[in-house]
């Protein structure tokens, strides 16, 4: 099962800024695309919509860590 982190749409993104922005890889932005068939395909992509962001493999997925006193 795939699991998604959600992210809301702001003023002037585009979909490989998105995918830059959680995978530090721009060329991913297809697998953002297909997890959300329902939102057009512009370049820029409306504010206010909620995406779903698949959580790539590990390699794939910038790490979010707790800072060291909150482990």
Same mark, same amino acid.
């Given at each position: 099962?795939?699991?998604?982190?959600?992210?809301?749409? +702001? *003023?002037?993104?585009?979909?490989?800024? %998105?995918?830059? &922005?959680?995978?530090?890889?721009?060329?991913?932005?297809?697998?953002?695309?297909?997890?959300?068939?329902?939102?057009? +395909? *512009?370049?820029?992509?409306?504010?206010? %919509?909620?995406? &779903?962001?698949?959580?790539?493999?590990?390699?794939?997925?910038?790490?979010?860590?707790?800072?060291?006193?909150?482990?």
């Amino acid at each position: 099962m795939t699991e998604f982190y959600s992210y809301i749409t +702001k *003023d002037g993104d585009r979909w490989d800024s %998105i995918s830059y &922005k959680f995978y530090d890889n721009p060329n991913l932005y297809e697998e953002i695309i297909k997890a959300n068939p329902t939102v057009p +395909k *512009d370049p820029v992509i409306e504010s206010g %919509i909620k995406l &779903k962001i698949p959580v790539l493999d590990t390699s794939q997925t910038i790490q979010f860590e707790l800072p060291p006193w909150k482990k």
